[in-house]
């Protein structure tokens, strides 16, 4: 399992504006957010040891968020050819054993991860109302088998922070996961 970093975009980036489908073909857009106490996008994939490992908690917590006004969108942009684990048909039940009711987009061309200038999975972007990036960062310290709890906390702070209408804490640490499988071609040049 490859250990790969966020790269942490600038915060007070602007949310890039996106349209993607679902595995079910219905099609979401950034332009459904508005008026939202925030957008939450995440990038995750089915088969990720590192999405696995926080993918109940995460469902329980983007519950709890969703209910609360905060539009949570996650993007799978790993090419499903070479990772077939990570094909649209597998993505609904992934969702369903998790907990996940929020929209799980296909980006086929990775065109949105390169957008956001993501990197691994799981990659997180909270965008407070005005569609301004407030935190960018991991989930928690969890990691498969480092034995530290799952609770999200890194990333309840920063949603706690936008539905307070408060900045959340500059002190903001990278995610770790791995590496988003870019389609061939498609790799970005800022990866190195």
């Not at 990038?43 to 990720?48: A, L, T």
């Not at 490992?53 to 050819?81: C, F, K, M, P, Y």
Request: glycine share 8%; hydrophobic share 40%; charged share 20%.
């Amino acid at each position: 399992m490859s250990r790969t970093l966020s790269t942490m975009m600038p915060l007070g980036t602007r949310l890039p504006a996106f349209e993607l489908p679902e595995a079910d073909g219905t099609t979401w857009s950034t332009s459904a957010a508005p008026g939202t106490p925030g957008v939450l996008v995440m990038f995750i994939c089915n088969h990720c040891p590192f999405v696995v490992h926080i993918g109940r908690e995460l469902g329980l917590l983007t519950q709890r968020w969703s209910a609360r006004g905060l539009t949570v969108v996650a993007v799978n942009s790993n090419d499903t050819d070479a990772y077939p684990d990570d094909a649209p048909e597998r993505m609904a039940p992934t969702a369903r054993s998790f907990g996940w009711d929020f929209p799980y987009l296909v980006d086929t061309d990775a065109k949105v991860a390169e957008a956001f200038r993501a990197a691994c999975t799981p990659d997180f972007f909270l965008f407070d109302g005005t569609g301004t990036l407030t935190y960018r960062g991991r989930f928690d310290a969890a990691r498969p088998g480092n034995d530290i709890p799952v609770t999200g906390s890194d990333l309840r702070a920063a949603v706690n922070a936008v539905f307070d209408g408060a900045p959340p804490s500059a002190e903001q640490l990278p995610s770790m996961g791995c590496n988003i499988k870019w389609p061939v071609g498609r790799e970005p040049n800022w990866l190195g």
